[in-house]
């Protein structure tokens, strides 16, 4: 069974930074496509971070130069460092994965099946 856990949220000011954790149980993280997801009060999901299973990353523009997707495949574990957080970051962020082969960060939300329960991240001006 596909289980995927986040962690690492939290509550900083503007320019701070995260660093967000997934650790995936029940399949091999480098065989599937993962993306990290957020989504804020009254705003549609959007994908942030994603990486392929070619290990290909791709960044929605808002975050590019700011956020980097890592991976430890040793310990089966995603990451996602946030650095110059801004009050817009500010959501539940989320990590999906799915054996997706070309996934991308445009990759939509309805073609993950595995998700995980979400993580807070907050953001102060």
């Known amino acids: 069974q596909v289980q995927l856990v986040e962690s690492g949220g939290g509550s900083v000011q503007a320019g701070g930074s995260l660093t967000l954790s997934c650790a995936a149980s029940?399949?091999?993280?480098?065989?599937?496509?993962m993306t990290w997801f957020r989504q804020a009060p009254g705003k549609e999901r959007e994908g942030v971070a994603s990486i392929d299973m070619r290990g290909i990353t791709s960044y929605a523009d808002s975050v590019k130069g700011r956020f980097t997707f890592s991976g430890d495949n040793s310990k089966n574990t995603v990451y996602l460092q946030m650095n110059s957080l801004k009050p817009e970051d500010t959501a539940m962020y989320y990590c999906a994965a799915d054996r997706i082969w070309s996934c991308t960060v445009l990759t939509g939300a309805g073609s993950f099946d595995y998700w995980g329960q979400g993580t807070q991240v907050t953001v102060s001006s």
């Open positions: 029940g399949y091999t993280s480098s065989t599937y496509c």
